[in-house]
């Protein structure tokens, strides 16, 4: 499976959280680790809500896609040539309990 085939299902099925930015192709994970190094993830998430922690989660297993699950990036090192995958940030959450 190539990361394009799986990035285009992840925006057809969930166009909504496209366009709320909340996924993002192709982002650099420099912008999301305290390091500031890093390659583009193949989709980065920042859900803003369990339901959409849960919507990307759930396809992430359905697609068996590789996912990711970091906080802040804090003490996180990344390839240059990044991550393959689905990556999650819990950054927008705040007094959120699971």
């Known amino acids: 499976m190539t990361p394009f085939s799986f990035t285009t299902r992840l925006i057809s099925q969930y166009p909504e959280l ?3 930015n909340i996924i993002r192709l192709d982002e650099p994970m420099s912008a999301h680790t305290s390091f500031r190094i890093g390659g583009p993830a193949d989709a980065f998430c920042l859900p803003e809500s369990r339901q959409q922690l849960y919507i990307l989660l759930e396809f992430a297993r ?3 896609i590789p996912c990711l699950v970091i ?7 990344v390839s240059d040539t990044g991550i393959r995958g689905l990556v999650i ?5 705040t007094n959120v309990n699971i």
């Not at 906080?71 to 090192?77: A, D, E, I, Q």
């Not at 940030?89 to 959450?93: G, M, V």
């Open 89 to 93: 940030s819990t950054k927008a959450f």
């Open 18 to 20: 496209y366009e709320l």
């Open 62 to 64: 359905r697609e068996s």
């Open 71 to 77: 906080g802040n990036g804090t003490n996180l090192l």
